[in-house]
């Protein structure tokens, strides 16, 4: 007989939220104490361990050894993912720079493939992630993969092999997900082809080329940023004037 788990309350969602916020900010695991003083959720924190407890209980965070805070699983990326993630805003200054990339790129508009190519290297230095272009399912093209092994978590030896296994397959992994890919997707750890540490956010640019473009990085990427980011760098790239 399988027991349901009890629906999360508003509590413990808060503090969650705040404890893959501010992981996601500094790459840290995040303590009782800087959420009791500083995440601005009025609770001691011994009821903050106390709900810590539970959530790690439940495969929402866990605690790495080296630390006594607490870190985001894949499951609690998802949830958020899920249940917080505000997809139509947009800051005002990642409009701008958006727009600033396709405006100086203009003159390479006839010649599609450079023109794309170009944006992608310009998108990668702004977001400071790896950026994927397919073409067609055996054409691709990607750049800014410097920026994902610079990340804190690249420093463990292990993890650098693993992405570099990957990434020297990086044809035959997107040849698998090209005609998959439609409206924008967030595929995370486990679902990503590009292995557990690691997310993407992709999506069809609905051309009529047919190219798709990913954003990839740490599984601690900043979702909010990059898929409001792909969502409105897609609106622009398929505007016909």
Do not use: W
Request: net charge neutral.
């Amino acid at each position: 007989m399988l027991i349901s788990q009890k629906p999360m309350n508003d509590r413990k969602k808060e503090l969650l939220v705040k404890i893959i916020e501010e992981f996601i900010d500094k790459s840290c695991p995040v303590g009782s104490k800087f959420l009791a003083d500083k995440s601005g959720l009025n609770l001691s924190s011994a009821t903050i361990r106390n709900e810590m407890a539970e959530l790690e209980k439940k495969g929402y965070i866990f605690q790495p050894h080296t630390s006594a805070g607490r870190a985001p699983t894949e499951k609690g990326y998802q949830f958020y993912i899920d249940e917080y993630l505000d997809k139509k805003n947009i800051t005002q200054s990642d409009k701008k720079a958006i727009d600033a990339i396709i405006k100086s790129n203009l003159k390479l508009r006839e010649d599609s493939r450079s023109y794309l190519k170009n944006i992608a290297k310009e998108i990668a230095e702004l977001s400071n992630e790896a950026i994927l272009l397919g073409f067609s399912d055996s054409d691709f093209y990607y750049t800014g993969l410097s920026n994902i092994f610079s990340k804190p978590e690249f420093d463990q030896q292990h993890k650098v092999v693993g992405l570099s296994a990957i990434i020297d397959h990086l044809d035959q992994e997107m040849t698998k997900i090209y005609k998959k890919v439609s409206e924008t997707d967030i595929l995370i750890g486990s679902r990503n082809p590009f292995g557990q540490d690691c997310s993407l956010v992709i999506t069809n640019l609905n051309t009529d080329s047919g190219e798709i473009l990913g954003i990839l990085g740490p599984i601690r990427m900043n979702y909010q940023k990059n898929y409001n980011f792909l969502n409105y760098l897609k609106q622009k790239l398929t505007e016909k004037n």
